[in-house]
């Protein structure tokens, strides 16, 4: 199976629970992340009243312009990725602050019949995807005929869950950057932020910086008071790409 391009759900988001005795004067619309986020910067000065008369949306805007960056760190958001590639999950874990990460395992999971990212600079190229194809099959085809030789070295293990532990850490050797696989990410919206801006910037690699957008796309939807100041545009390699207006707080 190829992936033509990544699938992303988003499997978690915040639940914001207001106290009671400290209500806050919203205005406007907001979303649970953007309320907990305005609540806990609101806490530092006690301004529930909310005397400026702003909408959650001014309140956060406001928030990013003075680099006020720690009270987004409480709402977390966790996106299932699908149908990227293993090249692509090694530039992503480079996020470190912020961010949690559960991927599929090649040592536990059998990848005879894994799926195989078509690398986006490719995609529409007959010639090159043939060439490329040709490669992902020969490599998978490796990859199995190790896996059986390896059981069969190995067949004096006798905890056979070992033993195919051994044969595919082994084996996977073989297998491409292409190769696809699952990821969970939860990150907080100030380090979303961190990566999406370096990652849809237009010297990020193709399918990371593809990603990066569907992400900031999606993550819009969710907070628009967290992610709204990141504007995707068409840059002259004619692939999208992302500029953010309150850079790194
Ligand atoms: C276009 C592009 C090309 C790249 N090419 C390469 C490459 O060729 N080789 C390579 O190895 N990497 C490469 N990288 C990865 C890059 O070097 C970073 O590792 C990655 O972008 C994560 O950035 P970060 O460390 O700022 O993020 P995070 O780890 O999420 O950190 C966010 C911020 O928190 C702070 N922070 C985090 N950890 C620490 C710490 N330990 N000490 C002090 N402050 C900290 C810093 O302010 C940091 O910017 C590339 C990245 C991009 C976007």
Known sequence: MLYYEPRLTVIARPAFSEPAHLPVQWGGEGTDGEHLAEFAGRLCYMSQRNPAGRTTREYLVNILK???????????YSLLLEGVSRSL???LVRHRAGFA???????YVDESEAAFVVPP???GDTALESAWKTQIESAQQAYVALVSELMARYAWVDDKVH?????????????????ETKIVVTANARAWRTMLELRSSEGAELEI???AVLAIRVLQAEAPGFFGDLEVYTADDRREAARITYHKV
């Open 66 to 76: 003075q680099g006020h960056g720690s009270v987004l760190e409480h709402a977390n």
């Open 89 to 91: 999950t090694h530039e």
């Open 101 to 107: 990460y559960s991927q599929l395992s090649q040592r």
């Open 121 to 123: 600079a490719i995609i």
């Open 163 to 179: 033993r195919r532990k051994m044969a595919r850490e082994a084996a996977r050797g073989v297998l491409p950057n292409s190769t």
């Open 209 to 211: 910086r593809r990603l």
